[in-house]
């Protein structure tokens, strides 16, 4: 176990998301103990709406029907647009969806972690990884009043997100694996909820805009959420970008100049914005294009959620998965630490052998059996051949159009 006085723990997570947190919970709740370094001053600093399945993990991390007292139930559709808004099809989910405030979900996470003894630290920017023979054993971070500390663990969590501060550092491919996101929180938005219950994307081809005819293929979308407020955005949809000989990949002020025609112009996605009120809006990015390649990049390092591009490639979303992710490998490491560290006479911190080649082979082996791996791996496969074949091989709204039905057979398989 971890002595606090010296900062050794049983895990060292970096970032307070939804990954970050429910890594911290689930070793407390596993008889361990762990530090999360977060930079904001908040938990989830970001304002942003979500929407999530009530999947049994949600239960098991924030309490039973925590995530219905927060939201409103969907009836689980998806309304997909054909570009110009030509023709639409609706899909179903057949569980239980839920449209909620950002804020209102990560707070419980920081109660419940609170409640059970983890080690939050906020304003803690990570700066990079501590290493001893070769493996990851600590971070270094700077605190608020600039002081640098350092805090070790038998295993390091990045939870970061598309930044992925510590992955980053061992060589994750977050320039080919994250797509550009135009994130926007609106209120008065001009919709009505018992009307437009459902998700919204719009998509837009390759050449489809005419005041930006190389801009890449992407999708808006629309967030509804209660008291006429939503999320909406653009998604730059790059994993086929590297093919195409149409686009010309955009800079920051390109994407936003984009945007702003869109919500002024588009068809059929432009009527939200009228008489609405921006209340937040700025670029960010969403690791969308591919997975990454490995998990445990450096011996004692763990990628999780975001940080893995473990996501929902469709959605564009990680928030379920993202759980799921931590608390199976932090149950899996758990296990571990407390069979090496009983049997290891030297009462030192760590053993060795939670790390040695055979143990991250068996990790990476008993993650990848798991239900929810072939889901997400599945899910790539399908989002690459579906955009292949609408981005690349159809490309322009004339074409995407005239093949709808065919389409829409796919994206009932999503």
């Not at 924030?62 to 570009?83: A, E, Q, Y």
């Not at 990454?292 to 893995?308: Q, R, T």
């Not at 159009?401 to 009932?412: C, P, Q």
Request: charged share 20%; aromatic share 12%; net charge negative.
């Amino acid at each position: 176990m971890a002595d606090d006085n010296n900062k050794y723990y049983d895990f060292v997570i970096v970032g307070a998301g939804p990954a970050g947190l429910t890594a911290g919970i689930t070793a407390a709740r596993l008889g361990l103990t762990s530090i999360i370094l977060e930079k904001g001053s908040i938990a989830g600093p970001k304002p942003r709406g979500e929407g999530m399945a009530h999947m049994p993990i949600v239960d098991e991390i924030l309490g039973d029907g925590f995530l219905p007292k927060i939201g409103f139930k969907s009836n689980g559709g998806r309304v997909w647009h054909s570009p110009g808004d030509l023709k639409t099809t609706t899909t179903y989910r057949d569980y239980d969806h839920y449209f909620f405030e950002w804020r209102a979900f990560i707070d419980q996470f920081v109660d419940v972690a609170k409640e059970l003894g983890v080690n939050l630290s906020l304003n803690s920017t990570v700066i990079e990884p501590i290493e001893k023979n070769g493996t990851t054993v600590g971070v270094k971070y700077r605190t608020l009043s600039d002081h640098i500390e350092e805090a070790y663990g038998n295993a390091v969590l990045d939870c970061s997100g598309y930044e992925g501060v510590i992955g980053k550092h061992y060589g994750i491919d977050y320039e080919h694996m994250n797509c550009p996101i135009m994130k926007c929180m609106i209120s008065n938005a001009n919709f009505k909820i018992n009307e437009t219950p459902d998700l919204q994307f719009f998509f837009i081809g390759n050449g489809d805009l005419e005041f930006s005819p190389n801009f890449p293929p992407s999708v808006a979308y629309f967030f509804p959420l209660e008291n006429e407020r939503a999320e909406v955005g653009l998604m730059l949809r790059m994993a086929q970008v590297p093919n195409m000989k149409t686009v010309t990949i955009p800079n920051e002020e390109e994407i936003t100049d984009v945007w702003m025609e869109i919500k002024k112009s588009y068809p059929g996605y432009n009527v939200f914005f009228d008489g609405s009120k921006i209340d937040y809006e700025e670029i960010t990015y969403l690791p969308n294009a591919k997975m990454a390649s490995k998990f445990v990049p450096n011996p004692g390092l763990v990628i999780i959620g975001d940080s893995a591009g473990f996501i929902n490639p469709f959605g564009s979303s990680g928030l379920y998965y993202s759980m799921e992710m931590a608390h199976i490998w932090v149950s899996m490491i758990s296990e571990k630490i407390k069979v090496e560290l009983k049997a290891d006479n030297s009462k030192s911190h760590f053993s060795k052998k939670i790390w040695d080649n055979e143990t991250i082979m068996e990790f990476n082996q008993k993650f990848e059996g798991q239900q929810v791996y072939g889901q997400v791996k599945h899910m790539y496969n399908l989002i690459g051949a579906f955009e292949y074949k609408i981005f690349n091989r159809l490309r322009t709204s004339e074409k995407i159009n005239k093949k709808w039905d065919y389409i829409t057979s796919l994206l009932k398989q999503a």
